[in-house]
């Protein structure tokens, strides 16, 4: 391959990390809190029926499970066990093909990067909401006692004394997920939204070369070292307490 | 003297077991109750009670004539939310494992709760704070976290966070319980230096030479219930009933 012609394919390749790195900022804007109001429902305990419960006495085994049923967490349940538990690309499909399908709205170009965005955020959010509660839940109950006898309640509590330990704790599993992410963002390449894979592909195809797919491998793990570098930067500057 | 708590009647089950059984017991203004009993006698439950960290199953129990739980003759009912916010600023809890927070510093751990909780000023709350510290020798240690500090002193810092709300009752929850013989000795001291300033107390401990010096009353719990209570040196050295001898022997040798 000529000098000429590899410059311009990193060129090329250069406009779609731009659309990655897109789509990977605006997946944490998006998913990092509505994963923390995912976790929330996660671990809501709401139990409308709890007064079917008799007092102080045992009760059978189905009367308890009726009356200790959380619809709040179970409905959160399903979320996440769906969108665990099927392939994103399949969600990225159905959210891009979705509406004309199910309901014949006609669908255009510049929905694709609102179907992309929508699709990572809400799947994203599943598996950020889990590592929220494990890192939720791994807080010791005395910082909650601790709290509430010293008058806090519970908003304040949660903001002031659990999701600040939360967050350190959390960083590494954050990490983790942030690393998949860069990657999965080719994924949008399955309802040809112009990142940096689908472009990566086309000139691959148009001029029969492998090597645009190698820069963008390239790209993908040069993405990856600022993203494990930064993620580093922030759990140390987080290292004055344990 | 004014009653400061008062617990009338109290008992509680986990289940099928029945923690404590009609547990009744008042502290006056500037009285040092200690609470002793082998493990797993209910009196950190009874603690955990008072402090609103458990609810009582029946019961009433009363600060300063305010009532956080009555009995209707069949189960405590609570008082609303606000009521109980009310009564938690009247007292503060010392617990056996410090729970200070881990991302503030001394001072932050210290100054947050009378600002955020008791609306006081900055100014008023930090000199009170570098005061307390002062007085828990640990003026050098106001901006270190706690993971910096020993056992002893993260103790004394939690003491200190307590005594910052300026609370009417203090309670002690087997404060030295994860202290080595020498840390335990300064946190007694810090205890013994309050109830020489008359600070109402009531103190879950194992230390029975400390009970019985630095308290007013003593009260020998087992199996859920009260099974003596009186003068300290009396209940200590020469007690009435059998469960208290077995239990004080080791200790009168």
């Not at chain 2, 609810?55 to 009433?60: A, F, L, S, V």
């Not at chain 2, 994860?178 to 001291?189: F, H, K, R």
Request: hydrophobic content about 45%.
């Amino acid at each position: 391959m000529e000098l000429s012609t590899l410059l311009n394919t990193v060129q090329q390749l250069f406009g779609g990390l731009g659309a990655s790195a897109l789509i990977f900022i605006l997946t944490l804007v998006f998913s990092m809190p509505l994963g923390l109001l995912v976790a929330f429902g996660r671990m809501s305990k709401w139990a409308p029926l709890r007064f079917l419960l008799p007092k102080n006495q045992t009760c059978s085994k189905a009367l308890y499970a009726i009356a200790t049923f959380a619809p709040i967490q179970f409905l959160f349940k399903i979320y996440i066990a769906v969108l665990r538990g099927t392939p994103l690309m399949l969600q990225l499909f159905a959210i891009y093909y979705g509406p004309y399908y199910l309901f014949g709205i006609p669908i255009s170009l510049d929905y694709r990067f609102v179907a992309v965005i929508i699709g990572f955020s809400v799947n994203y959010a599943a598996y950020f909401a889990e590592i929220y509660r494990s890192g939720i839940e791994s807080i010791p109950v005395g910082q909650y006692e601790a709290a509430t006898v010293l008058g806090y309640n519970k908003v304040q509590t949660f903001f002031r004394i659990i999701f600040p330990q939360m967050c350190k704790r959390i960083l590494p599993p954050v990490t983790n997920e942030a690393i998949t992410l860069v990657k999965d963002t080719s994924l949008a390449f399955v309802i040809s939204y112009p990142e940096m894979f689908t472009i990566a592909k086309q000139i691959s195809a148009a001029q029969t070369t492998i090597m645009p797919l190698i820069v963008a491998g390239v790209f993908y793990f040069i993405f990856n070292g600022v993203v494990a570098f930064v993620m580093e930067r922030i759990e140390k500057s987080m290292n004055y307490y344990r | 003297m004014q009653k400061i708590l008062e617990i009338q009647h109290c008992s509680k089950k986990f289940g099928e077991n029945e923690v404590l059984k009609d547990i009744s017991l008042s502290v006056a203004e500037g009285q040092v109750v200690s609470i002793i009993g082998p493990s797993g006698s209910g009196k950190s439950t009874l603690l955990r009670c008072a402090t609103l960290l458990e609810t009582m199953d029946n019961g009433d129990l009363i600060y300063t004539g305010q009532y956080a739980a009555k009995s209707n003759g069949t189960e405590a009912i609570y008082s609303d939310k606000a009521t109980l916010q009310q009564i938690r600023k009247q007292f503060g809890l010392v617990f056996q494992n410090f729970n200070l927070f881990p991302h503030y510093t001394v001072l932050k751990n210290i100054t947050e709760p009378p600002m955020l909780i008791g609306k006081r000023t900055k100014a008023e709350v930090y000199e009170e704070a570098r005061e307390l510290l002062r007085k828990m020798g640990l003026s050098q240690k106001e901006n270190a976290y706690p993971c910096e500090l020993s056992g002893g002193q993260q103790q004394r810092v939690s003491i200190a966070r307590a005594l910052a709300m300026k609370p009417k009752i203090l309670f002690f929850d087997e404060p030295t319980s994860a202290l080595d013989p020498e840390l335990t000795g300064e946190i007694l001291q810090v205890i013994k230096e309050l109830a020489a300033e008359h600070m109402t107390m009531v103190i879950v401990t194992h230390e029975m030479s400390f009970a019985r010096d630095v308290s007013n009353h003593i009260i020998f719990m087992d199996g859920g219930v009260i099974v003596e209570e009186g003068d300290p040196v009396q209940l200590i050295h020469h007690p009435q009933q059998e469960r208290t001898k077995a239990f004080l022997s080791r200790f009168q040798q």
